[in-house]
Structure formats: structure tokens, C-alpha cells
């Protein structure tokens, strides 16, 4: 994967009168849930739908996960039948954020099999940048047939793989969340601060240039390759707070050419609902 996996603010316009593509807004509000809907519905992408991170992206909380658990295979391929995908169809996903929450989607249609996904590059701020129209209110979409989908389970670990892994210096696990809460100094949403023992962090915004686009993957590759050190790409392992931005800098990785690497899906957010696991604060 190359900078395919990137579509630039230009190159979409011109796809938006091809049927083969399907343009996803996946804006989010973690402290206002119905927030990015409400953005949605007075500004967006000419023909985009809407995939709300907690109903389409995510299953329900349960006491042993993290916030955002990972969509089971049927409630995933309801979502993808409802804004119209099938195989052969492009998806672009954007959102406000760089691609913090697109990527989620990203990351989930590799995680049952899917290619054809790509993020907009600079997001909904590039498109407007460029002069591009919007559109207000809901948009018709054409259902598709439902797919029968099947998780690649080896591209996640669990808490106890990862404690083993990191016990056995076996892996390199990277937080994408800003180095104010990895470090403890804050913590806004989950009842714990810090991180876990043994995680390096690179924060999510650092894959970014100054103009809200992604680095030359060369740059991107210099971040990373500090970090794993000895370790292959494959025994990198993304986490965040809840397992969402993790998926961001798993694509910046890819989009370097670091191929392999895995998600903790549960991230600190699961973490922490075993106080036995220990955290940590400070660098």
C-alpha cells in the first residue's frame, strides 16, 4: 500500500460523479456524541453518508471492554449495506480531525477482508480549502446486498498478548494519544491517567504537516523507524485511548511502508478495568 491510500481534495471531486466510489463523513465529538450528525446534516461532501463512530463503528460497552469495542462482523456489514458498498466500489472516508476517526473505517475494512478504502487527505478542511461545494441534510443512498463477513482476527491483540508481549520484549506497543496523557498530566475521559508500562508514545499529530496533510512517507518512515529499533513492522502494536486513533497512525505506518503491525483494540480505555495491570505516568 502507497499513497493509494490517500485521495487528495482534488482527485475526489473529480470521483464524486463516478457511482463506483462511496464517500463516508465520519466526524465524532467524543464529549458530544450527536455532535458530528448535527455537522453533518448542515455541511458535508456532495453525496457523502454518515458513520456514527459509537453505532456503526463500534458494539456495545461492556464492564471488560474499552469505550469502543470493536463491530461485530454483522452489525459492520448491516452499516456498509445501508450506505450502499460492495465489492468493486471505492470508499473515501474524511472527517475534521486529519483523519483521526476516518481512519477507524479504514481500519475496519481491512479488518474483515475489504479493500478499496482510502482517506481524504486534510479531511473535510482540505476540501474546503480547495473551494469545493458543500451540500446540507440527509443524502439517499441506494442499499447493497449484505456481505457475509469474517474478522482477521491476527490483526489485534489482547491485553493479556500484549502484557506478554511487552514482558517478553517481543513486541513494540505505541500510544497515538497526545504526550500530555500519555505522560498523566491530564486525563479528560477515562478514569485513570497514564499508560502502559512499557509503552512508547508517538503522538497521532506528528504524522501531519503544517497544512493538516499527511508527511512525505519518507518523513513518516523517520518517525517510526527510531521507535521499532531492532523490532519488524509486524511487532509494532497501535494503541490509544479507546483503539479508535490507534487506527490513524496504523495507516500513517502502512502509508510509509511499515506493513504488519497490529491493534490493541481495547487500548488504555480497557486497560485500566483491571487495576492489576498497573499504569504508569511521566515520559
Same mark, same amino acid.
Given at each position: 500500500?502507497?499513497?493509494?491510500m490517500?485521495?487528495?481534495?482534488?482527485?475526489?471531486?473529480?470521483?464524486?460523479?463516478?457511482?463506483?466510489?462511496?464517500?463516508v463523513?465520519?466526524?465524532?465529538?467524543?464529549?458530544?456524541?450527536?455532535?458530528?450528525?448535527?455537522l453533518?446534516?448542515?455541511?458535508?461532501?456532495?453525496?457523502?453518508?454518515?458513520a456514527?463512530?459509537d453505532k456503526?463503528?463500534?458494539?456495545?460497552?461492556?464492564?471488560l471492554?474499552? *469505550?469502543?469495542?470493536?463491530?461485530?462482523?454483522?452489525?459492520?456489514?448491516?452499516?456498509? $449495506?445501508?450506505? #450502499?458498498?460492495? +465489492? @468493486?466500489? %471505492?470508499?473515501?472516508?474524511?472527517?475534521?480531525?486529519?483523519?483521526?476517526?476516518?481512519?477507524?473505517?479504514?481500519?475496519?475494512?481491512?479488518?474483515?477482508?475489504?479493500?478499496?478504502?482510502?482517506?481524504?487527505?486534510?479531511?473535510?478542511?482540505?476540501?474546503?480549502?480547495?473551494?469545493f461545494?458543500?451540500q446540507?441534510?440527509e443524502?439517499?443512498?441506494r442499499?447493497?446486498?449484505?456481505?457475509?463477513?469474517?474478522a482477521?482476527?491476527?490483526m489485534?491483540?489482547?491485553?493479556?498478548?500484549?502484557?506478554?508481549?511487552?514482558?517478553?520484549?517481543?513486541?513494540?506497543?505505541?500510544?497515538? *494519544?497526545?504526550?500530555?496523557?500519555?505522560?498523566?498530566?491530564?486525563?479528560?475521559?477515562? $478514569?485513570?491517567a #497514564?499508560?502502559? +508500562? @512499557?509503552? %512508547?508514545n508517538?503522538?497521532l499529530?506528528?504524522?501531519?504537516?503544517?497544512d493538516?496533510?499527511?508527511?512525505p512517507s519518507?518523513?513518516?518512515?523517520?518517525?517510526?523507524?527510531?521507535?521499532?529499533?531492532d523490532?519488524?513492522?509486524?511487532?509494532?502494536?497501535?494503541?490509544?485511548?479507546?483503539?479508535?486513533?490507534?487506527?490513524?497512525?496504523?495507516?500513517?505506518?502502512?502509508l510509509?511502508?511499515?506493513?504488519?503491525?497490529?491493534?490493541?483494540?481495547?487500548?488504555?480505555?480497557?486497560w485500566?478495568?483491571?487495576?492489576?495491570?498497573?499504569?504508569?505516568?511521566?515520559?
Amino acid at each position: 500500500m502507497t499513497r493509494q491510500m490517500l485521495v487528495t481534495a482534488e482527485q475526489l471531486h473529480q470521483l464524486q460523479a463516478d457511482t463506483d466510489c462511496i464517500i463516508v463523513d465520519c466526524r465524532f465529538n467524543l464529549a458530544d456524541p450527536d455532535a458530528g450528525y448535527q455537522l453533518f446534516l448542515k455541511s458535508h461532501i456532495p453525496n457523502a453518508t454518515y458513520a456514527n463512530l459509537d453505532k456503526d463503528l463500534s458494539s456495545p460497552v461492556t464492564p471488560l471492554s474499552g *469505550r469502543h469495542p470493536l463491530p461485530e462482523a454483522e452489525q459492520f456489514a448491516s452499516f456498509l $449495506s445501508r450506505i #450502499g458498498w460492495q +465489492p @468493486g466500489l %471505492k470508499l473515501v472516508a474524511y472527517d475534521d480531525m486529519g483523519g483521526a476517526f476516518a481512519a477507524r473505517l479504514w481500519w475496519l475494512m481491512k479488518y474483515f477482508g475489504l479493500s478499496g478504502a482510502a482517506l481524504l487527505d486534510g479531511g473535510l478542511a482540505a476540501w474546503l480549502a480547495a473551494g469545493f461545494p458543500t451540500q446540507t441534510g440527509e443524502v439517499d443512498s441506494r442499499a447493497a446486498a449484505r456481505l457475509t463477513l469474517q474478522a482477521q482476527r491476527e490483526m489485534v491483540m489482547s491485553a493479556s498478548e500484549v502484557q506478554a508481549g511487552l514482558a517478553g520484549h517481543e513486541i513494540l506497543l505505541v500510544d497515538a *494519544r497526545a504526550d500530555e496523557r500519555f505522560r498523566g498530566d491530564v486525563e479528560p475521559i477515562d $478514569s485513570v491517567a #497514564g499508560h502502559v +508500562p @512499557g509503552a %512508547k508514545n508517538l503522538p497521532l499529530s506528528q504524522n501531519l504537516g503544517s497544512d493538516g496533510c499527511f508527511k512525505p512517507s519518507e518523513e513518516i518512515r523517520h518517525l517510526w523507524q527510531p521507535l521499532q529499533g531492532d523490532l519488524g513492522a509486524g511487532q509494532v502494536v497501535h494503541m490509544c485511548g479507546s483503539g479508535v486513533t490507534a487506527c490513524f497512525n496504523q495507516f500513517a505506518s502502512e502509508l510509509a511502508g511499515l506493513q504488519g503491525s497490529k491493534l490493541y483494540a481495547g487500548s488504555w480505555s480497557e486497560w485500566i478495568r483491571d487495576p492489576g495491570r498497573g499504569a504508569e505516568t511521566g515520559p
